[in-house]
């Protein structure tokens, strides 16, 4: 059974950084591909980042520039680092994973695996 858990949210001011974490468990590899999303609050889910087994990167327009996208392969994890965080940035941030291999940022109902969530905070 595959489990995401995602980390590293919190609360910051306009302009700053954060760097999420989702720790991956119930397999190993590197042939999912796996992606971030956030889902402001009243909003849709919207995709913010993907990577797939080759390591191409996806990335929203509203975050291209300021997010980077990468994987740990060693250690099970997907990152996704924030600089220049904006208040629109604020949203329930979420981590996915699927077997297909995506090769654009796909939306939400083709990934089958979750995490629970981090809440991302920005004041202005």
């Known amino acids: 059974q595959v489990q995401l858990v995602e980390s590293g949210g919190g609360s910051v001011q306009s302009g700053g950084s954060l760097r999420l974490s989702c720790a991956v468990s119930?397999?190993?590899?590197?042939?999912?591909?796996m992606a971030w999303f956030r889902q402001p609050p009243g909003k849709e889910r919207e995709g913010v980042a993907a990577t797939n087994a080759f390591g191409a990167t996806y990335y929203a327009d509203s975050v291209k520039g300021r997010s980077t996208i990468s994987r740990d392969n060693a250690k099970n994890t997907l990152y996704l680092q924030m600089d220049s965080l904006k208040p629109e940035d604020t949203a329930m941030y979420y981590c996915?994973?699927?077997?297909?291999?995506?090769?654009?940022?796909?939306?939400?109902?083709?990934?089958?695996?979750w995490g629970q969530g981090t809440q991302v905070t920005v004041s202005s």
């Open positions: 996915a994973a699927d077997r297909h291999y995506y090769w654009r940022l796909a939306a939400p109902h083709e990934y089958n695996y």
């Open positions: 119930g397999y190993t590899g590197s042939d999912y591909s």
